[in-house]
């Protein structure tokens, strides 16, 4: 039969291993009590302090006292002695406690006096939990008392805002009333704004039509006369002066025939507003050496008169914002009919800008910038969609719905 007998070493490392078992017991032990909310703190700290002399080296001269506050607790043979270890806390609000263990008989020096530094190490472990369950009730109990002022406040403030809500639920009638009485202003706005627009295009081509017919064709009667004159008096000496005449009297003409276009063009009443724009896109390429494509797409069909002054308008605005501000070389203009509506985009190639709403560059000195297109676009109960990124060109899309036959 064998014999086992275990050496020095594993003799002491069996110790050190049963000491560290009776810390970790007692680890456990203090986390469960102070996680049972049905204990009083009392009763809690009693236990904990006849717990902690068996996780000691030396429990038969072990005793122990747990105070925080007014709180205390102690074991039955607790009297401080020379040989004490103490671990000190505090809540956030101020108040103090303290872990003390005693040791009755004197013993020899370990690490911190009599004892070991794993004590000392399970001494703070347990002030570190007893802080964290006192700051805990001490949260507790100001989030209740916080609770019971809040609810008051709760009620004086629902008292109020009833009170308040009353006034706003007055004020917010009387805003609607107001706001609805704005969108009939605006709507009438917008009304008399396009019959304003209208009114002064029909003026205009009055205007366009009395040079056409009268002093356009006054003109080509005295060009006319005066070519007959030359004729007549083709030796009195005066041919210079009359061939001065005709060139002065051509130049008029060709004047007026561009003034009558200017003011009124003829091809948007008698060809419609595709031809009209493709004679716009000359005019500018002409003038400006802005180069200017034109493409139209879908079934053509009749336009409403006061939308297709509208459409050409606003394409020639645009145009000339293109002109004056883009800096751009080119630019595409795109009819596109589709089912009951009309839908028209003019695209740059130039600088772009920052789109920070109704601006468009600048609005124009004649009035009729983005935001006044804008506005009658709407009135038809269009829509105007911007899309612009700097450097890179801009491109503005006016979409109009028609309710004639195609």
């Known amino acids: 039969m064998n014999n086992f007998s275990s050496t020095p ?20 032990k203090t986390a469960r009590l102070l996680h049972d909310e049905k204990r009083s703190p009392e009763e809690l700290i009693r236990e ?87 700051q805990r009730q001490a949260d507790d109990e100001a989030l209740q008392r916080a609770y019971g002022s809040l609810e008051q406040q709760v009620r004086d403030r629902t008292t109020e805002l009833n009170e308040i ?87 008029t003409i060709t004047y007026t025939r561009s003034l009558t276009f200017e003011i009124s063009s003829p091809v948007l009443y008698e060809l419609g507003i595709g031809p009209a724009i493709d004679w716009l896109a000359e005019t500018f390429n002409a003038k400006h050496k802005l180069k200017i494509s034109v493409k139209e797409t879908g079934h053509v069909f009749n336009l409403p008169e006061e939308i297709k002054i509208v459409i050409f308008k606003s394409v020639r605005e645009l145009l000339v914002n293109v002109v004056k501000h883009a800096n751009a070389s080119k630019a595409d203009i795109v009819l596109n009919w589709i089912d009951h509506a009309i839908e028209i985009s ?41 899309e612009s990124i700097q450097n890179q060109g801009s491109c503005i899309i006016l979409k109009v719905p028609i309710e004639n036959e195609k």
């Open 9 to 28: 070493t594993e003799g002491i490392l069996l110790h050190d291993l049963s000491e560290r078992v009776k810390e970790l017991t007692l680890l456990h």
């Open 48 to 134: 904990i302090v006849d717990s902690i002399p068996v996780a000691w080296q030396y429990p038969e001269i072990t005793t122990a006292r747990i105070r925080f506050g007014e709180l205390c607790q102690q074991s039955g043979n607790f009297k401080e002695s020379q040989w004490i270890q103490t671990a000190k806390f505090n809540i956030q609000s101020g108040e103090e406690g303290a872990i003390e263990v005693c040791y009755l008989a004197e013993k020899d020096n370990a690490v911190d006096g009599p004892f070991l530094a794993e004590e000392r190490e399970l001494i703070n472990s347990l002030a570190d939990m007893l802080r964290a369950y006192f």
């Open 165 to 251: 809500n009353a006034a706003l639920r007055e004020e917010i009638t009387e805003h609607l009333k107001a706001q609805e009485r704005i969108e009939a202003y605006q709507v009438q706005l917008r009304k008399m704004a396009s019959e304003l627009s209208l009114a002064e295009e029909r003026e205009r081509r009055i205007i366009a039509s009395d040079l056409h017919d009268h002093i356009g064709q006054a003109l080509a009667f005295i060009k006319m006369k005066m070519t007959e004159f030359k004729g007549n008096s083709i030796f009195c000496g005066q041919e210079e002066s009359i061939d001065e005449i005709l060139r002065l009297i051509n130049q």
């Open 346 to 386: 003019v695209h740059d190639d130039g600088d772009g800008f920052l789109h920070t709403g109704d601006d468009y560059y600048n609005v124009a000195s004649s009035g009729f910038g983005l935001f006044s297109i804008r506005e009658r676009v709407t009135h038809f109960g269009g829509d105007t969609i911007i």
